[in-house]
Nanobody, 122 residues
């Protein structure tokens, strides 16, 4: 069992930055791939980024490539999503999920956090 808690969301102006955190707990939390997804208002949840258990492999959606960076600190059981050059279209509830492999589909992730709101004003 893995528990995930996201934090770091908020309101920011376009062009600004935010760093989201996903704190994982559970005996095997550091062995999981962590993925970031987001759900914009009125839309379906979509893949953003993922990082494997060691941090050696990452994968990004085209829409955030070059602007977002995910990293992890297994000593702290925490994964981060650094978001730079934010755009109004990045407005969404951001979720982290834990799974066994890097994947862009929600079904591959077994555990989810409660989400954190990110709002980018124009």
């Amino acid at each position: 069992q893995v528990q995930l808690v996201e934090s770091g969301g908020g309101l920011v102006q376009a062009g600004g930055s935010l760093r989201l955190s996903c704190a994982a707990s559970g005996r095997t939390a550091s062995s999981y791939t962590l993925g970031w997804f987001r759900q914009p208002p009125g839309k379906e949840r979509e893949f953003v980024a993922a990082i494997n258990w060691s941090g050696a492999r990452t994968y990004y959606a085209d829409s955030v490539k070059g602007r977002f960076t995910t990293s992890r600190d297994n000593a702290k059981n925490t994964v981060y999503l650094q978001m730079n050059s934010l755009k109004p279209e990045d407005t969404a509830v951001y979720y982290c999920g834990a799974g066994r492999t890097i994947a862009t589909v929600q079904d591959e992730y077994n555990y989810w956090g409660q989400g954190t709101q990110v709002t980018v004003s124009s």
